[in-house]
């Protein structure tokens, strides 16, 4: 068996978010939720690549520059990670 795209398993899940008949909605609630994580982790993926993707480029592989240019990245990654866990867990 393939697996899906991770597009393809996002449109799923929003559309069982809607379809799904649940007394109390808790069921479309996480669908729905899990469904945008999904989402903001292909978005971070996506940006995570495309900032090695930068790193590995030769005419810019200056050691100096490049470690302070990843630090740098790190730290900006590392407090989206946890904006993303914060706002997850509802603070």
Request: net charge negative; glycine share 4%.
């Amino acid at each position: 068996m393939s697996r899906s795209s991770t597009e393809t398993l996002i449109a799923a899940m929003r559309v069982l978010a809607v379809d799904i008949q649940s007394e109390d909605g808790v069921a479309n609630a996480a669908i729905a939720e899990a469904a945008e994580r999904l989402l903001e982790l292909r978005d971070a993926l996506e940006k995570a690549q495309k900032f090695l993707a930068e790193l590995s480029r030769p005419e810019e592989n200056d050691l100096g520059v490049a470690t302070s240019v990843y630090w740098a990245r790190c730290i900006e990654i590392e407090k989206e990670a946890r904006a993303a866990l914060d706002k997850a867990r509802g603070k």
